[in-house]
């Protein structure tokens, strides 16, 4: 189902009869035609297995079904919002910079450790990210919501990408992610946090990175 960009904090959807779609709650802003809005209980895609794992790791951030015949224009919160396309791979993207996506694409979860081991872990704790994170597999559109607007960063074999874990939005493909030390001249000048710490992702494919170190 494919978005729309009406300007960078908004963007429009085309329902068609039998497709379904996702949206986070309260992100509806207007639509025309017959469309329904159904509060999602069963972990969309996913099923209940998903709601639960989603849960688990404090990611229930409630979606809407989203059906009928028409056009939906979708924001919140006048966040930035970057539509990706998926082509049968994977993206990891923290819950609540969801904003909509099709509902052929498979939702799951992951424990982010399993990706950086003990790193993966240490990562949550500094984010303040959950140490499991959102997936969408298959083919469909994903539009995600970020501060300041978003970069996407190609990843390719033998030239990791280091990215501020605070800029982070979401990253797809066969990529691995290690956090590591960074001390730097900003940690010298007195402003040592999240800052001290560089988010290395490595292997193929692509990583989107927003202009702020704000979280949602």
Avoid: C
Avoid at 59 to 64: I, K, R
Avoid at 74 to 100: C, K, M, N, S
Avoid at 140 to 150: I, Y
Wanted: charged share 15%; no cysteine.
């Amino acid at each position: 189902m494919p978005f729309r960009e009406v300007n960078p904090k908004m963007v429009e959807a085309t329902v068609v009869p039998g497709q379904k779609m996702y949206s986070q709650r309260g992100a509806m802003l207007a639509y025309n035609g017959e469309v329904s809005f159904t509060p999602n209980i069963s972990g969309g895609q996913g099923g209940l297995m998903s709601m639960i794992g989603r849960r688990a790791a404090g990611e229930a951030t409630p979606l809407m079904t989203v059906e009928g015949s028409g056009r939906v224009m979708f924001g919140h919160g006048g966040h930035h919002i970057q539509v990706i396309q998926l082509t049968g791979d994977t993206l990891y993207v923290e819950a609540d910079r969801l904003l909509a996506f099709d509902g052929t694409l498979q939702q799951g979860t992951m424990f982010m450790g399993s990706q950086g081991g003990v790193m993966g872990m240490v990562r949550g704790q500094v984010t303040g990210q959950g140490l499991f994170t959102t997936t969408l597999k298959g083919h469909g559109a994903v539009a995600v919501m970020a501060h300041g607007g978003v970069i996407e960063l190609p990843i390719t074999p033998g030239r990791a990408v280091h990215v501020d874990p605070q800029a982070y939005v979401a990253h797809h493909g066969d990529v691995r992610n290690k956090l590591s030390t960074a001390l730097g001249w900003r940690d010298m000048v007195g402003r040592g946090s999240g800052e001290a710490f560089q988010l290395e992702l490595s292997g193929s494919g692509a990583v989107y990175v927003q202009a702020s170190e704000e979280k949602l």
